[in-house]
């Protein structure tokens, strides 16, 4: 393999790695992306239209680490569509993208787990209700004399000597507690979409030259 | 000399906090009076704001300011040989950045006021 054409390889190379974790966008997005910096590496590194090996290996170098770049993309552009689609995917998505990079972040993804989770059982419970009325509620049962267990949800049989506690009023108790959980979580999150997008350049490196002299 | 290296790096975090906060204005800013595409920016920034702007921090800012519709882009095929995407200013880009530029100019007049004894040198 001569020059130039191990040069275009490493090209090809770091782009194949970060095309995958662009993935979350729209495909002609992220298409889009790599093509941009396809062009940029081309431009920066090529000397009398020849791709220079080592000039290559710098300008990646300055682009970064794959996945690093990658965040950098989806935040920002995650950010904004969550905030005009109000998407529950789009915002769970959000969050666990934040998780890897903050401390706030695995606590909004928790949140949205949870909130979420609740939203889910909440519904699901009302909807499925009359449906499959003897398999769906709320069992209350004695396993030892100072022990209670619970069991909320769909199960494939009743189980034996428990007491179902809310029989046709988990229909109204599942739509009131899982709409408010969905709202809550919906809401909370945005918020922590507002702040970043507030924050958001907090990351951003870069420097003047003659720096860290 | 009295200061030590705590000083210098509290100076030196206020400084990038100061640089984010006009990274906006001065991307924006670059594309007044005409378009551009990424490597161009980058140049242009260097050479006329003496600001070296990470690729991994400018190609996803360009990005962005083109989804929140400030930026508008196309595809142009160049004399290298390989097309380059340029960007530049949409109407509201424009007036965002005469809106952050009228209150750039406002807010640095106004605290020259309270540097100006500071080092009187730097006087204009």
């Known amino acids: ?213 | 000399m009295s200061h030590g290296p705590s000083d210098n790096l509290a100076v030196e975090r206020w400084e990038v906090q100061v640089r984010k906060g006009v990274l906006e204005l001065v991307v924006l800013a670059a594309f007044w009076s005409g378009r551009l595409y990424g490597l161009e920016l980058i140049r242009r920034l260097e050479s006329d704001a003496k600001l070296a702007v990470a690729e991994g921090t400018l190609y996803p800012l360009l990005s962005r300011l083109h989804v929140d519709g400030q930026l508008e882009a196309e595809w142009v095929e160049a004399d290298a040989g390989h097309p380059r995407k340029y960007y530049k200013l949409t109407p509201e880009g424009r007036r965002r950045v005469v809106k952050m530029t009228r209150f750039w100019r406002e807010f640095t007049s106004n605290i020259d006021e309270i540097l100006a004894p500071v080092l009187p040198e730097y006087k204009r």
């Open chain 1, 1 to 213: 393999m001569n020059a130039a054409a191990r040069a275009e390889h490493a090209i090809d190379g770091y782009l194949e790695r970060l095309r995958p974790a662009l993935s979350a966008l729209p495909a002609a997005q992220a298409d889009d992306i790599v093509k941009e910096l396809r062009s940029h590496l081309i431009d920066t590194a090529e000397v009398d239209n020849q791709l220079d090996p080592q000039r290559v290996a710098d300008a990646i170098a300055r682009l970064g680490d794959p996945a690093t770049l990658a965040s950098a993309y989806l935040m920002d552009n995650l950010a904004l569509r969550a905030q005009t689609t109000r998407s529950p995917l789009l915002l769970l998505r959000l969050a666990a993208l934040w998780a890897t990079r903050s401390l706030e972040g695995i606590g909004a993804l928790v949140v949205a787990f949870f909130g979420y989770g609740t939203a889910l059982i909440g519904l699901g419970c009302a909807l499925l209700k009359p449906f499959t009325p003897d398999r769906i509620g709320l069992w209350i049962r004695q396993v030892a004399p100072d022990d209670i267990s619970y069991q909320l949800g769909r199960v494939s049989a009743p189980p034996a000597d428990a007491r179902e506690l809310l029989g046709w009023y988990i229909i109204p108790l599942g739509l009131v507690v899982g709409a408010i959980a969905f709202a809550a979580t919906t809401r909370y999150l945005l918020g922590k979409v507002r702040k970043y997008r507030r924050i958001r350049d907090r990351d951003t490196a870069w420097m003047m030259p003659g720096d860290g002299t």
